[in-house]
């Protein structure tokens, strides 16, 4: 368990936006819960959720319980908070799914069992997919200004910047949302919800329900929505989300994506994605300023997240991926992975027969990839001893390149020099 008390902690990491007056008081008191929201939106989380989860992970770890909430009733209906569209709904069925593969990925960070303060995980839908229309106007609706409502900065914005404006049920999430607050308090206890920056106001309208309804007092705690230093939303890439379902992103593209963090983020991320302590990050942050090449503070950044939630087994495997890439060898790995691992390289295929029987000569290969211009330049290149095939270094300029010498027949890695790699495809 954490010996610093749990709002020194997020301070010190500097994971608090908003709090709500007395709600560190009220953390005093003694054991509390707190709880997360996860719309099922997909069957993964990304990166983007995980400020929120290491919030509850510290929580946790201060001896407070956390509540994980899925959101298997507000996910039918979609969230607007930072959306300039209108969500496409999904099916109970879907949502569901979703809900079990969260519930998963979660379990690599929280404790939910073994502990004296065990996590929990609950289900929206068991109390919104029962609750009668009617009642839900009549006990919910009425302590909700329309006014109030289309001033807050979510329905602002999208009647502002979509030409469809809102739509109902949209603009009910607010009412979802806050009720689900006053349910876990009644049923749970729990008098705190954690979020980003960006619930805000639904978390507020939580704590005013429940206020309303049960003459309780609730608190909200939100941490900062993160940018890059470069102004690019955190988690977002060319090839876009950053999930930690490894069919989505593997291991390996999960890792790179925290090794290629610049170096004026790297600080803020260690803080905000590890539980190294005070010391450990200080340490790394002066590293860092001394010898910025080493990329010190970024390796113990992408090693420490990829253990976490890939394992040691997934965190082995995108070293080993990633040491490829600066001229390790390519033992133990399959075609899949060397399609990852070069997908961003330039690449070109080779007709399966041209490897069949005696092969291709490698100055032939060479100049068909366009790795040289000429047979010449191949011819001195394997000479000088710049030429690799998967890695290995071509020493014969009449080696013959065979369909055998292709990853599981599939893949040929040509390189010359330390850095240009060049991917073939055997087709057909």
């Known amino acids: 368990m954490a010996s610093v008390p749990l709002f020194d902690e997020y301070r010190w990491r500097g994971m608090l936006h908003d709090v709500t007056e007395g709600a560190e008081a009220a953390f005093a008191e003694g054991p509390q819960s707190a709880y ?14 995980l400020l929120p989860i290491m919030g509850l992970v510290h929580l946790q770890r201060a001896g407070h319980t956390p509540i994980a909430l899925v959101g298997g009733g507000t996910g039918l209906i979609g969230d607007p908070s930072g959306k300039t569209q209108e969500r496409q709904l999904l099916t109970r069925e879907q949502s569901a799914e979703n809900g ?26 068991e109390w919104l997919g029962t609750m009668q229309v009617l009642d839900f106007l009549r006990d919910v609706g009425k302590h909700f200004s329309v006014n109030v409502m289309l001033r807050r900065d979510t329905v602002r914005r999208r009647l502002e910047e979509d030409g469809d404006g809102i739509s109902y049920t949209e603009f009910s999430y607010l009412l979802l949302q806050s009720y689900d607050f006053l349910r876990l308090y009644q049923d749970q206890g729990c008098r705190f919800q954690f979020g980003g920056s960006d619930q805000w106001g639904n978390i507020v309208g939580g704590t005013d329900l429940i206020r309303r309804v049960a003459g309780g007092k609730a ?14 939303k955190f988690g977002k890439t060319e090839a876009g989300a950053v999930w930690l379902d490894p069919a989505r992103t593997s291991p390996f593209r999960f890792y790179q994506f925290w090794l290629r963090t610049e170096d004026a983020d790297v600080g803020k991320y260690l803080r905000f994605f590890t ?23 970024q390796k113990a950044l992408a090693e420490d997240v990829t253990r976490r939630v890939h394992g040691e087994a997934g965190l082995a495997r995108a070293r080993t991926a990633s040491d490829v890439l600066f001229g390790g060898g390519l033992e133990g790995l399959g075609a899949d992975e060397i399609a990852d691992i070069f997908a961003d390289v330039p690449s070109s295929g080779v007709g399966a027969a041209e490897l069949d029987g005696e092969g291709a000569g490698i100055l032939d290969l060479l100049v068909g990839a366009g790795v040289t211009s000429s047979r010449g330049e191949a011819r001195r290149s394997v000479e000088q001893g710049g030429i690799y095939l998967n890695n290995e270094r071509v020493t014969d ?32």
Request: net charge neutral; hydrophobic share 45%; proline share 6%.
């Open 36 to 49: 997360v929201g996860f719309d099922p939106t997909a069957a993964s989380l990304h990166v983007g959720h």
């Open 100 to 125: 079990e593969a969260v519930r998963a990925q979660l379990s690599a960070f929280l404790d939910f069992e073994g502990v004296p303060n065990p996590a929990r995980m609950v289900n929206n839908l």
């Open 275 to 297: 539980l190294m302590s005070r010391a450990e990050v200080e340490a790394l942050d002066a590293a860092a300023a001394e010898h910025p090449e080493r990329r010190e503070a």
């Open 219 to 232: 608190w909200g705690v939100t941490f900062p929505l993160i940018t890059t230093t470069s102004g690019v």
């Open 397 to 428: 300029p009449a080696r013959s390149v065979t369909r055998s010498d292709a990853v599981e027949g599939r893949f040929l890695v040509l390189r010359k020099g330390k850095r240009s790699y060049h991917l073939v495809r055997v087709e057909g």
